[in-house]
């Protein structure tokens, strides 16, 4: 397949916002990946399934200097065009144009071409790398037309800018193999949700609807976790997962899937499908020693704990862990962490999705051995007692969990969902998950690096992104200090850089933060409509992904409680 042909899916996916006409375009197209399914990666921008983390490693700098060179134009003049267009990838198609009505050179790109160089990029490491990398990005820009390298670009820098999210894949593969069928979106989102993977979605769905209800869990490879519904309410949480329920303590850490595969090799996974295996030996060590079965997929809650104090400590403590790609056993001595599970999914080869909560409890007690501060079964029990549950509830909240899990006890765990087979109870807190989208560079003593940050919540489908404040407080002043700094976020920062107006750039939304505010207020100023009234960071959260942020419908609502409040006398 010729790369102009992709190009052009690329460009009618962009002049289109309406679904449908999305969905449309991707039916037509899928179909044409027969025998080539892991092509569907360019689709988004990426070159393997979405749980890979490896990345393309070219920041905007170098891929001006990229342009540069394929065009002849020098570097400065890239910069100029980029600071008006706004868009690498729009100065690409500009100066690539330029130069082929001067040269009248032509050659055809195939996809296989960019996807072979692509995949390339993200395999070379070490001495020499960059040079390595910039001459295979050359290659393709010297071969492509204006909107070809566009697309590039655009590519390398994780900014494809046509809105391939996952519905639309899912609702397009549906679409494009069992057009009429409604039972088959369903049946899609579910294999998804356990594949994490559309090329092997695109197979199965090749071979017809049956092949469908094969579909396992596969340990070792991530999978999204069943999500909880929030209530505030014990009436509401029996409404929802009826009576009696399993009660359980709701913890301040990270959510970890353990994985062991049948060859007995134990893979940590978070909720937004990170490895984070080489961070936690500590934890791998303990789950060899701890658990006994040949091959098993644990639901669990990393947290950290004070082995002075004897108690556990708030995930800020050990968020760090989390990112920490070096001096990793220094880090197990400094802030250790025990490991409470509290759900199953697979076990000695065979799913348990589909067992009742009650019968996948009962598997766990009996594979699991539990070690003071190391490795224990979430604390749990069985009732319908009201009075029984809220002391319950009083007591977690005592010694500094977060609050309580109530769960049905005949539901399946279904991946992906907040289905209402479990509820989460905590304190009413003025605190949201938000994603920053923008910075600006600080002042005084705080110059040199991004330390003022633009928030926003996502659309209620999830496409986009809305801006309901600006947060520069929160952070740590010095990176010895527990916690994020603001030097530890400028790092994360800076390879997102999208564009750059002065001494504000904008970012691509992926790193998601906790904010605690005085409160909610109608805004012109946002395009969310809504502010955050003296927005304070107060956890960076390494372990979410965008899915996890809060919706224009939650600020809407939080806004509404707080007015409620405020008549109440309450607020």
Request: include cysteine; charged fraction near 35%; hydrophobic fraction near 35%.
């Amino acid at each position: 397949m010729k790369y102009s042909e992709l190009v052009e899916i690329y460009e009618a996916l962009s002049q289109t916002t309406k679904k449908l006409e999305k969905v449309d375009i991707l039916a037509r197209f899928l179909p044409k990946l027969k025998g080539d399914e892991e092509k569907v990666y360019l689709l988004r921008g990426r070159v393997f399934p979405d749980y890979d983390e490896r990345e393309f490693g070219l920041s905007g700098q170098l891929s001006i200097k990229v342009i540069s060179k394929s065009t002849g134009v020098n570097v400065e003049k890239v910069v100029s065009r980029f600071r008006k267009l706004g868009d690498l990838g729009d100065v690409a198609a500009e100066l690539i144009d330029k130069k082929r009505q001067s040269t009248l050179f032509s050659k055809n790109l195939s996809v296989d071409k960019v996807f072979g160089n692509l995949r390339k990029l993200v395999e070379i490491e070490g001495k020499g790398s960059v040079d390595k990398k910039l001459n295979l990005v050359l290659e393709l820009l010297t071969s492509a037309s204006g909107r070809e390298g566009r697309y590039i670009i655009r590519t390398i820098l994780n900014d494809l800018r046509v809105g391939v999210a996952d519905a639309l894949l899912r609702d397009s593969i549906a679409k494009a193999f069992f057009e009429g069928d409604k039972d088959m979106n369903e049946k899609v989102e579910e294999a998804y949700d356990k594949l994490n993977d559309f090329a092997l979605i695109l197979e199965i769905a090749r071979k017809g609807k049956k092949a469908f209800d094969k579909v396992e869990v596969v340990p070792g490879r991530p999978i999204k976790v069943m999500l909880p519904v929030k209530v505030t309410e014990l009436s509401e949480a029996f409404r929802i997962c009826g009576r009696p329920l399993a009660v359980e303590h709701k913890y301040d850490g990270f959510r970890v899937l353990i994985n062991k595969d049948e060859e007995g090799k134990i893979s940590l996974f978070t909720r937004r499908l990170d490895n984070v295996t080489k961070q936690f030996p500590d934890v791998v060590e303990i789950v060899k020693k701890c658990v006994k079965a040949k091959s098993f997929v644990l639901d669990s809650e990393i947290v950290g704990y004070d082995p002075k104090k004897q108690r556990y400590k708030p995930f800020e403590a050990i968020s760090q862990r989390i990112r920490r790609k070096h001096d990793i056993e220094s880090m197990v001595k400094k802030l250790p962490v025990g490991i409470n599970i509290f759900d199953i999914i697979y076990l000695n080869g065979k799913s348990t999705i589909n067992f009742p909560f009650e019968k996948r409890r009962k598997a766990l007690e009996k594979i699991v051995k539990p070690e003071k501060w190391k490795i224990r079964l979430s604390k749990q029990f069985i009732s319908d007692d009201e009075k029984a549950i809220n002391k319950f509830y009083k007591d977690a909240l005592k010694v500094g969990e977060e609050g309580i899990m109530l769960k049905k006890l005949d539901a399946p765990y279904r991946p992906g969902r907040r289905v209402g087979y479990m509820v989460k109870m905590k304190p009413e807190a003025a605190d949201l998950d938000l994603v920053i989208v923008g910075a600006e560079y600080g002042k005084g003593k705080r110059s040199g690096g991004l330390t003022s940050y633009v928030l926003a919540c996502r659309s209620n489908d999830g496409k986009k992104f809305f801006e309901v404040g600006k947060a520069s407080s929160g952070l740590k002043e010095k990176e010895t200090e527990e916690g994020t700094s603001y030097a530890e976020m400028d790092k994360l920062l800076q390879p997102l850089i999208k564009s750059e107006k002065g001494n504000v750039v904008s970012v691509r939304p992926k790193v998601v933060v906790s904010v605690t505010y005085q409160n909610v207020q109608p805004s012109p100023r946002y395009d969310s409509g809504y502010a955050l009234r003296f927005p304070r960071i107060t956890h960076y959260r390494p372990e979410r992904g965008t899915h996890d942020i809060a919706t224009v419908k939650d600020i809407k609502k939080e806004f509404q409680r707080m007015q409620k409040m405020r008549k109440s006398g309450l607020g």
